[in-house]
């Protein structure tokens, strides 16, 4: 562990939910929870903040399992009720998904889904244990529209629908799409890429596919990610998305502690070689530091000897825990991104990207403006002054702060 619990946070209540949030609840840190609950707690606030973390089912496993009488009555019902809740919906959920896996088969579509009631029960080992509120599932991209087609004969339907040329032009920039049941839910995530093209491609090669193994999911059984990808995969969605929810790093933890014999070495160089090193440390470094994941000497020396790592863990962590709507706004992200990206030869392939693709037209010009398939070139002109509509005038506004932080005629302790 790089550092204890309290570092970091001060508050009791989110010193309880991190004690809280894992699967396996040993002596030191039930002695923990016992002595937490004894002060003074805000229990509507640590119950919010579960649910919002993604937590509240291992809160209430880890707060029955040790001290049920400290806490109160009325707290207790509500975790109760909503982990109840929670394991009926991932029941279905599953049922659904095993559903949607046969139809797939039946087509002779190779379907892998990751993350879900796959990762609830292989790694949580209950499917109710983890919050999830939708099904992600890979497809091999030749087979996405096929996939997409059988999808719809099942009752679902794309968010937004697309003409032919939007499609085309959808598949080559995104890694994925969004279908809602007719009925409202559940909702389905039909993935060709891991990610979003323009954070990393090199994610989704073809290596994935050759590492698949054959898993058990309520007695059928389904191809699954190896758990070394796994993690990678984890770790990188994770970061796309700031680590600002408390439910990532314990799959990250959680999966270390399941899989006592992955092969870090082959891991550490599939990070490497993809560039997802640092993103790969990154959640290594937040599940050692806040759930004290155990990790291989080797590993963790490289974690303190990284201060850029170092860096970016305090700042998420932080910036998860004063808020859970972190959200940073573009320039930072892109700063944020760029340090995850690794070495500079990905840092500048990720700018390329970024730039390339805030070129190619996306769903928010399309419902702006809509033209038919043949005139759809106009939106490659369109989207530039979309960018500097929506986009100008705040980074004006960081131009003009920071040339009048910066004049002579405005000194820094002359600015109100």
Known sequence: MLSTISSASHRPERDLLLSCARTTMRHPIAERVRALVQQEIDWEHLLRTSISHGVAPLLYRSLTGTCPEAVPDRIMRQLRDYSYANALRNLLMTQELLKILNAFEAHHITAVPFKGPLLAESVYGDVSLRQFCDLDILVPRQDVV???????????????????????????????????????????????????????????????????????????????FSPEDLLLILCSHA???????????????????????????????????????RMLFLGLFLASDLLGAALPEEVLRTLRADSVIRSLGRRLREGMFHSHNFSPELPDMFLLYLKMAGGISYQLRYCLRCALDAM??????????????????????????????????????????????????SPVGERS
Not at 147 to 152: F, G, N, P, Q, R
Not at 189 to 201: C, G, P
Not at 253 to 269: D, F, P, T
Not at 395 to 401: D, E, H, S, T
């Open 146 to 224: 096929r996939a997409k087609e059988i999808l719809v004969s099942q009752g679902y339907s794309l968010q937004f629908p697309l003409t032919r040329r939007q499609e085309a032009c959808y598949l080559e920039s995104r890694h994925h799409f969004s279908l809602t049941h007719s009925d409202g839910w559940p909702f389905v995530e039909l993935h060709w890429r891991i990610r979003a093209k323009y954070f990393s491609s090199r994610l989704d090669a073809e290596a994935f596919w050759q590492h698949l193994e054959p898993m058990s999911l309520r007695g059928k059984e389904v191809w699954a």
């Open 239 to 277: 970061s796309r998305h700031f680590w600002t929810r408390l439910e990532w790093i314990c799959d990250v933890a959680e999966l270390i502690g399941v899989h006592k014999e992955l092969n870090w070495q082959r891991l550490i160089g599939r990070a490497r070689r993809l560039g997802a090193e």
């Open 360 to 409: 190619s037209p996306t769903r928010s010009d399309w419902e702006l403006v809509r033209l038919p398939d043949s005139l759809f070139f106009f939106y490659y002109l369109l989207r530039p002054a979309y960018l500097a509509a929506k986009y100008g005038p705040s980074i004006w506004r960081r131009l003009a702060y920071v040339q009048g932080y910066n004049s002579p005629a």
